[in-house]
């Protein structure tokens, strides 16, 4: 597994930081398309779960979701507004009706597409966007990689039932990481923009969003009973397995950066 995982990485992660570095347009249908096919995951492991048909239309409202804010924010209330009365409709025709396949199919669509699409917002925050979303990918992959480093190395004492293999010595580590990876980060590359106080405290929320974002997937495929969301990605599992960590920290980072920027 270690091989897959490590050319896994070697392709993935300069793809990430080459459409970081574009940003615009070509980083907001990254993000769409990433959203889209963690969607299209969710979905299927909901519908593996409940034994029936899997809710495909949320791949295209989250591609879409995501889409607009980058080109006409304004009509995301419209899109959002229009999914629902997808949804509700949806269910008022079926011959089993089922009030919680219903709010699954709309928290998905929310939960991944709209948390993500804070990624675009992120990006465009003048005039560091582009290095403050180096930095969150930076702190992310830092955390998860502590974590998960320190958890094999040092941990004895399960963190939830939600992920057994996690453990609270883990979750400390990536902690610990992810905190001092943002004080140096933030020193060497916005030491005249962010203060240490700043860099400290976007170290310890993203830390701790991060796993809670990651705890937060574990508990849908605990629902559904699988281990990973899928296997597009060879030792990573799927789309929504790489991204869930921003999912939560995406928009918490987003308006802790406006609190400490603001004029």
């Known amino acids: 597994m270690i091989l897959p995982r490590l050319l896994t990485a070697v392709v993935g992660i300069p793809v990430v930081l080459g459409m970081i570095h574009l940003g ?6 990254f993000v769409a398309g990433a959203a889209a096919l963690a969607l299209y ?7 593996w779960a409940r ?16 889409l607009l804010q980058q080109i ?4 995301l209330p419209l899109l959002i507004s229009a999914s629902m009365a997808l949804c509700a409709t949806r269910e008022i025709f079926r011959s089993a009706h089922s009030a919680e396949r219903m709010a699954l199919e709309f928290f998905g669509l929310i939960f991944i597409a709209w948390n993500l699409s804070y990624l675009i917002l992120l990006r465009d925050l003048a005039p560091h966007g582009r290095t403050l979303t180096y930095l969150l990918f930076a702190l992310i992959w830092v955390n998860d990689s502590a974590a998960q480093g320190c958890g094999k190395l040092f941990g004895n004492h399960p963190l939830t039932p939600l992920s057994p293999k996690k453990t609270w010595e883990g979750a400390a580590g990536g902690l610990a990481a992810c905190v001092a990876a943002s004080v140096i980060f933030c020193g060497v590359f916005l ?11 976007i170290g310890l929320l993203t830390g701790v969003f991060g796993q809670l ?5 574990s508990a849908v495929k605990r629902f559904a009973r699988v281990k990973d969301s899928s296997d597009i990605l060879p030792g990573h599992g799927g789309v929504l397995d790489r991204f869930d960590s921003l999912i939560l920290t995406a928009p918490v980072l987003y308006y802790c950066l406006g609190w400490f920027l603001r004029p």
């Open 41 to 47: 995951e969710y979905a299927l492991v909901i519908a």
């Open 191 to 201: 030491k005249e923009t962010l203060s240490p106080a700043d860099a400290l405290a």
């Open 72 to 75: 006409a924010p304004d009509q």
């Open 213 to 217: 974002s990651d705890l937060s997937e």
């Open 24 to 29: 615009r347009l070509p980083f907001a249908f």
């Open 51 to 66: 034994r029936e048909k899997p809710a495909l239309w949320t791949a295209p409202a989250g591609f879409l979701l995501v």
